[in-house]
């Protein structure tokens, strides 16, 4: 990583200054294209609190959240392992020194000629949820280390179930296992998801109890289960319940209760959203503005802005973005009169919008919106539809962070280095 790349500061600006700072850095070179910035920090922050509060759950970052370069990078430096889906994952994240050892390929439908890939590059350990997978991978990759993924039988409320699309039940685990022992594969697992952004920490204690009798019946039947993944889910910003406080309790109860330290079990997991949600923000320039009035043309009924940023650049995520998410950069007074307000991305599609019903300041074309927790599942979903400029990116990081990044590569680090993490 270039440092040139990367503003490194003294003193950690709030996100909302250094928003102001690089759209004045971009206005002084004539430029108005819609920006982000990357807080660094944040990323270092949430990872070192997983630790504290999950010590015995190894994290393995889904790549597929957000694979920017620079965050990755990071995260390969502080030593974390990988989820990845595919081919170009799991290169991206060799070509950064990552061992094959510390990458799970979890897409239980995988390429062919990604499962070759793999095992061109000793990445080994897999799900899978279904009996062709299993013909393919004994055809393919024969000596792989598995891990059967199964749906939980309760599942909670969350942003994203996944579920209906992956995933065994218990009844079909049996016969997986038996054909797996038949073919001559290796089990030494089981994973589950919740859901993205799940919104009960109960989903985590009922499957953790559900992926312990799964786990017997492979131990039943022979093999030596030594993985319990528990997947992704976890919320990305610390305003939301379950906090990670909130999930981390739970689980490690559930843990100890299900797969105490005596067994030997290795417990991992695969947060996305949890590490970079928060991390990132954007800004939208107000291209256009319509004053919608009532049927007697007194009053304002609803004020619709054009930015130049919506679903197809950093927000296919965002539907319905309420007031905790939008502020303008230019400070209104807080007793100013606020109107109903629909936010239009750019493109020529009625569907590109962030809301269409938020309480917002009368804002003028030419001013920026600020739009909070853009970090999961934006920029890797963007596209550049109509040929709108995606935005650009600006990454900080605090000096103290950027010297611990660079002390985690020295032996003798310390994790007391930075007094102020
Ligand atoms: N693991 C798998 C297999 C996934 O499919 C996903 C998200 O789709 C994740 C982990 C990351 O989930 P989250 O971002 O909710 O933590």
Known sequence: MEDSEMQIVDVRLSREDYIKQQID?????????????????????????????????????????????????????????????????????????????????ANPFKQNSHLSYAKEHNVDLMTFDSEEELIKIKMMYGSARLILRFKPKQMYEAMYDLSKKFGCVLEEARRLFLLAKNKGLDVIGVSFHVGSNCLSADAFSTSIKEAREIFDIGIQLGFSMEILDIGGGYRGRDVDRPTIEENADIINHSLDKYFPTTDGVKIIAEPGRYLVESAVSAAAKIIG?????????????????????????????????????????????????????????????????LTTDVSLPLMEVGEWMYIKYTGAYAFCLSTNFNKMPRPKLYYFCSSCTWNLIADFTRADSSDDDCAKL
Not at 61 to 77: E, G, H, P, T
Not at 290 to 312: F, P, Q, T
């Open 289 to 353: 503005r319509k004053l919608v009035y009532d049927n007697d043309e007194h009053s304002i009924e609803n004020v619709m802005y054009y930015i130049n940023d919506g679903l197809y650049g950093s927000f296919s995520w965002a539907r319905e973005v309420t007031e905790t998410f939008i502020a303008s950069t230019v400070n209104h007074n807080a007793n100013a009169e606020k109107y109903s307000s629909i936010v239009w991305g750019p493109t020529c599609d009625s569907l590109d919008y």
């Open 25 to 105: 850095y971009q206005a002084e070179r004539g430029i108005d294209d819609p920006l982000a910035i990357v807080d660094i920090d944040e990323v270092v922050e949430r990872y070192r609190k997983w630790h504290k509060l999950l010590p015995r759950v190894e994290l393995f970052y889904a790549l597929k959240c957000n694979d920017d370069d620079k965050i990755v990078d990071v995260l390969v430096r502080l030593g974390s392992s990988f989820d990845c889906a595919s081919k170009d994952e799991i290169q991206q994240v060799l070509d950064l020194g990552v061992d094959p050892s510390r990458i799970i390929f």
